[in-house]
């Protein structure tokens, strides 16, 4: 594509179609520059461990109690939910991203708004480096843990694996657009800690961080899968890889996640539009 | 007096500014409340699929996550904003706090304290209380002296591992979370019975950080029962002895890592 200069000169721009290329940079970029903080991960890595030790004894004993099976899950099964959510935690990154509602209230999305490229694009190639780093540190070393100190559950089936990383890739693009959306609140507010926090809270309790979803009641699930975005980011990795469902069911989770995540995304996009057409940008 | 005057401007200063943004004070105050809310749901929600979870029913267990509950919302209000002292060292910001002649703890609590915390606070004593009214306790004045101390004595341990964690970012400047797992996860370790820990975790985590101490042991000694573990009944008294020297061992932390602080100098 080519430019026009204020002096009338036309510049020549590498060729990029659908701007592949840039996309792909970014995630590199994304990675790098979370690859840069590898001290913060080692201390999440260490938090994480421990929560997923805690988490790990009260299920079992949780099974223990009643009888060797918590609504339909083995101790096995919720040793590998334990593990497996404790380590998608940092690689959906469920919270602690207020990248965009800081650039919101600075005034400096004004530079991102300027580039000839959508922001959702460029936060979402940045997203997916930072999710690639988050894999290979963050998800790999609680799995490990996990499995040296207690009995894990290991898939049995042959397709169980690539809808595991089908549903993982999902989960991440849907939890990036949600994340986004509730930074867009700044947009309006300014102040988007209030809701911040209680998309940390929802997000940790309705995605099933704290305990399986299927501990509660039959229709409050049938409500939050259906109603809700929040199962589909981080509870359906997790029952598709610990098989607890037949493979239909399986292939049915994942695309219920494809089709929160292509919402999700469109609503960002909405909500960017209009942000865009009443937005005064904060000066100083 | 003069110091405490000081304080005390700091803390209405503190209140004035939070206050002045009704409508996010307001969202913030109520989000707090049902960020313990979930906690305490958790705990139910695992009784929901099991009748009996490390030898303990709902009543009794909701006793010990009673009063983890308050203690943390207490410890959490009072002084939890001193994890904020990982930020004050990495910008360099707390040399400000060093240069007043006041000493530089309760001027960080002060300065960083959020007052939508105290909403927890409330709620946490409503579970206690809540669970205490529901749990099958034979009234003694040593029981209800129990009930009161447990909780405090709670707050000042917990207080005590926000204070020496924080800590840690004197000499790891980008420690980041390694804090909460000792802070929050305390808090997740210590809503459930001991006896649903096993091994090298309990032994370190339970007994050798004192967090058996806090709620489980003070929650045997309210319920009258033996502990399934074989420690003796005195172990429910002993939470403010803990809670002293968790004090004593956080001061030292604290003091050998102001001392260590280099400013950042930028």
Known sequence: MSYLTASGESVRIRVDPGGTALFVSLIRAGFRRYATYWQAALAGLFTNTVFGLLRCYVLLAVVAGAGGSAAGYSGPQLVTYTWVTQGLLAVVMLWGWTDLSDRIRSGDIVTDLLRPASPIRTYLAIDLGRAAFALLSRFVVPITVGALVFTMFVPQRGSTWPLFVVSVALAVVLCFACRYLVNCVAYWLLDSRGPVIAWQLASGMLAGLGFPLRFLPDWLVAVLWIGTPFPSMMQASVDVVIERDPVGTQVAIVGWQAVWAVAMLALCGLVQRRAERRMVVQGG | ?266
């Open chain 2, 1 to 266: 007096m003069g110091e405490l005057s000081a304080y005390g401007q700091l803390l209405r200063a503190q209140a004035r500014a939070q206050a002045s943004y009704r409508a996010s004070f307001g969202i913030d105050l109520f989000v707090s409340m049902l960020a313990l809310g979930f906690d305490v749901l958790s705990v139910i929600v695992l009784y929901q699929v099991t009748p009996d979870l490390g030898g303990f029913n709902l009543r009794e267990a909701m006793v010990i996550t009673g009063i983890t509950a308050a203690a943390f919302a207490t410890a959490d209000a009072g002084i939890g904003s001193v994890e904020r002292l990982r930020v004050l060292v990495r910008t360099g910001q707390l040399d400000a706090l060093l240069l007043r002649p006041l000493p530089a703890l309760p001027q960080l609590v002060l300065t960083e304290l959020s007052l939508r915390k105290l909403s927890r606070v409330l709620f946490g004593v409503v579970v206690l209380a809540v669970a205490v009214a529901a749990a099958p306790i034979q009234w003694t004045p040593a029981r209800a002296a129990l009930i009161v101390l447990a909780p405090t004595a709670g707050a000042v341990f917990f207080g005590a591992v926000f204070v020496a964690t924080a800590s840690v970012s004197f000499w790891w400047v980008e420690s980041g979370e390694v804090g909460n797992a000792f802070t929050y996860g305390g808090r997740d370790l210590a809503i459930y019975p001991v006896t649903a820990y096993q091994g090298w975790f309990r032994r370190i985590f339970c007994y050798g950080l004192g967090f058996a101490t806090v709620a489980y042991y003070p929650a045997l000694a309210l319920l009258d029962r033996p502990d399934p573990l074989g420690a003796p009944a005195w172990l429910g008294w002993v939470s403010p002895l803990v809670a002293a020297v968790a004090v004593g061992v956080a001061a030292l932390v604290w003091r050998a890592g102001i001392r260590h602080y280099r400013s950042t100098g930028s």
